[in-house]
């Protein structure tokens, strides 16, 4: 396992784009919240700026995380990117060539996505912290850490998402495209036409839209508590869920991976 | 002296068997029932026009693409992956990361291959490639990226290397290059096995050939019995049909074609004019004409390949 992310490693240590885009997400999702804590990036109207209340511990979990499942799109491109290389150059072949089993091939590349959940959820756990000590008290800690953990599910399930949605088309420009298109306009309009048709919340269940269910915006959820609307499914659903489409990826690709031609 | 003997007779182990592969893309089938061996240390060229499955059959031995039956083994049925690990290859075009130094491409090849102690620098040395080993793959000539892609194949010393069109994209200079290349990895026992159209280069390289035509295996084995080049003689009289009948039971003629007013004979290699001229004047037969043809190989290989297309 330590060899196949080692050579992961290799492959990507003095690659400028991988860089860039990790340097995208560490950089702009503090200075964005940075911005809303502190009053000039506004949600709300006027003067009234009810989510910059929400960067002290308790809330500051959710608050980082609703914006961290904006920010993952960086990863996320950076995982397409990564992976379609690997056809672009046909070193998928040439890994195969030299010697790999094709399986060995695709869990090199899950390694990377996963580790890069796990760094995304290291950072967000560092962030809030920084913001939770600045903005709070540190007898509040943890408060509702829950949500951390909310987002590191969300960021795998983007994350293999984007790797499986890559396998599959493996041009980076379609891919990318693909991945917008659907994660953006194509599942809201199917998860809100599902809902709407079936009078049900069986379109909160679609692939990434289960894991945005787990971190609503959250300026609406708190209006919804104090309207006492909350949803009435338990996040435990969204979490299973998540974790069910996670695992149908994972097959689905492996199953792609050792029938076709490379 | 009895052990020495005994050495003597026990043949030499096949590397690859190669049995009935068949594969189809869509309605195309690219290969179909193809067997043969490549024996130890042999130089074996797979020849055959563009299209007629080389690169198929060689991505299926290196397990990039999947066969439709038939199946293969290396070194005597060890698994595929760890054999793929001792075997050089260079297959289509060079396979590596743009962004990363000639070094750092050769280093994951390496890992990949887990060798312990692979040698880089003299791989890239004995390519000629050092000068630029820090250089991105992206800023290479065609010629230095083929040069990059042998010298990934051979690190860690390959039992096997397997190369597609190796000396393809090469200027003159490099073609002899690989050529000499080639050559002296088979004095040091490594066996070869490359994939051409160009008969002129399998004929003066390798040892053993295997010639494909759609997807057909058409016939395997040594290069100067598979691909030796047989004379004609042509021989013509007043008479052709008492000729004809006169040469049917001659010993050392093969075959009789009637070409015009002539007869065009295929003979056998200890087979001269003059021993058809005394047979024919033997048997009353007086000749008014009689040619001796070398055939080129270019010819036979035509032949060879328009032979199957009729059947």
């Known amino acids: 396992m330590n060899e196949l992310l080692s050579i992961e490693w290799l492959k990507i240590k003095t690659y400028k784009t991988f860089w860039v885009l990790i340097g995208c997400f560490a950089l702009l999702l503090p200075t964005w919240n940075y911005g809303i804590a502190n009053g000039f990036m506004k949600i709300g109207s006027g003067d009234l700026n009810i989510v910059s209340q929400a960067y002290s511990f308790s809330n500051v979990w959710q608050n980082l995380g609703f914006w961290t499942s904006i920010f993952v799109v960086f990863i996320s491109i950076l995982i397409i990117i990564l992976t379609t290389n690997e056809y672009q150059f046909r070193t998928n072949r040439q890994n195969i060539i030299d010697g790999w089993k094709r399986l060995e091939f695709y869990h090199a590349k899950w390694l990377l996505v996963f580790v890069l959940s796990v760094f995304t959820i290291v950072y967000v756990f560092l962030i809030g912290l920084i913001f939770g000590l600045s903005y709070g008290s540190i007898s509040d800690f943890p408060g509702n850490i829950s949500f951390l953990f909310f987002t590191w599910i969300l960021s795998l399930n983007y994350y293999s998402f984007s790797f499986l949605l890559a396998l599959l088309l493996k041009k980076s420009g379609i891919t990318i495209g693909m991945f917008f298109l659907y994660s953006m306009i194509l599942e809201a309009l199917l998860s809100k036409g599902i809902n709407w048709w079936s009078h049900s919340i069986a379109g909160n269940f679609l692939p990434l839209q289960c894991s945005d269910e787990l971190l609503p915006f959250p300026l609406l959820d708190m209006v919804k508590r104090l309207a006492n609307m909350s949803d009435s499914v338990v996040s435990i659903w969204y979490v299973l869920a998540s974790f069910g489409w996670i695992i149908i990826y994972y097959l689905l690709g492996r199953k792609k991976l050792l029938k076709s031609d490379w | ?311």
């Not at chain 2, 860690?156 to 397997?162: A, F, N, S, T």
């Not at chain 2, 004809?244 to 002539?262: P, W």
């Not at chain 2, 004047?281 to 032979?307: D, P």
């Open chain 2, 1 to 311: 002296m009895a052990k020495l003997s005994l050495l003597k007779i026990i043949p030499l182990d096949s590397v690859l068997k190669v049995q009935g592969i068949s594969k189809a893309y869509g309605t195309i089938q690219a290969l179909s029932d193809v067997s043969f061996s490549v024996p130890a240390g042999c130089v074996f060229g797979i020849l055959g026009p563009n299209g007629s499955g080389k690169t198929t059959l060689l991505g299926i031995l290196l397990h990039v693409l999947q066969s439709d039956s038939g199946n293969y083994s290396w070194f005597n049925e060890m698994p595929s992956d760890q054999a793929r690990q001792q075997i050089g290859s260079l297959l289509e075009t060079p396979n590596f990361y743009h962004y990363l130094s000639a070094w750092d491409n050769l280093k994951i090849a390496a890992r990949i291959k887990r060798l312990i102690n692979p040698d880089i620098d003299f791989a890239l040395k004995t390519l000629g490639l050092y000068d630029r080993r820090n250089s991105t793959f992206q800023t290479f000539s065609l010629g230095m990226k083929q040069r990059l892609a042998l010298a990934s194949a051979l690190l860690g010393k390959p039992k096997i290397l397997v190369l597609d069109e190796p000396t393809n994209g090469l200027d003159p200079n490099g073609i002899a290059e690989i050529r000499d290349l080639i050559e002296s990895l088979h004095q040091q026992g490594i066996t070869v096995i490359m994939a051409s159209h160009l008969l002129d280069e399998v004929e003066k390289v390798c040892t053993h050939v295997a010639v494909l035509k759609k997807g057909n295996l058409l016939l395997s084995g040594k290069v100067d019995e598979v691909l030796r080049s047989t004379d004609q003689i042509e021989i013509s009289a007043r008479d052709l049909n008492a000729l004809s009948a006169v040469l049917k039971h001659a010993k050392g003629i093969l075959q009789i074609e009637q070409v015009g007013d002539r007869l065009l004979l295929q003979c056998s290699e200890q087979t001269k004019p003059q021993d058809v001229n005394e047979y024919c004047a033997q048997n009353g037969i007086f000749l008014s004409h009689i040619t001796w043809k070398k055939k080129s190989l270019e010819r036979k290989f035509m032949e060879l390949i328009n032979e199957n297309q009729t059947n």
